[in-house]
């Protein structure tokens, strides 16, 4: 079973630096690749960032390329999203998902999600 809880998410101005965190109370962490989406008002989800269980591969929306960085720590089944050079269209409800297979990119191919966590970035 995975319980996943995202925390780190506030107000912030432009140009700063945050970082996301979601742990699993679970017991098998290490088996799921985690991604982090997002969610603004109005739009629909959109794939963030992901980390694959085997190898530790990562992949990165184009939006957030070079400025996000997704990690994760087996041992304490958490999972990072470290967020640089913040911009407002970031300004998202932030969710962690896991999953045991298919693509990253695809929000259907994700098994568990969490509540999610808001992050807002405004002068």
């Known amino acids: 079973q995975v319980h996943l809880v995202e925390s780190g998410g506030r107000s912030v101005q432009p140009g700063d630096s945050l970082t996301l965190s979601c742990h699993d109370s679970g017991r098998t962490f290490s088996n799921y690749a985690m991604g982090w989406w997002r969610q603004a008002p109005g739009k629909e989800r959109q794939f963030v960032a992901a980390i694959a269980w085997r190898d530790n591969s990562t992949y990165y929306a184009d939006s957030v390329k070079g400025r996000f960085t997704v990690s994760r720590d087996n041992a304490k089944s958490t999972v990072y999203l470290q967020m640089n050079s913040l911009k407002p269209e970031d300004t998202a409800l932030y969710y962690c998902?896991?999953?045991?297979?298919?693509?990253?990119?695809?929000?259907?191919?994700?098994?568990?999600w969490g509540q999610g966590t808001q992050v807002t970035v405004s002068s």
């Open positions: 998902a896991a999953k045991y297979s298919g693509t990253y990119f695809y929000a259907g191919a994700y098994d568990y």
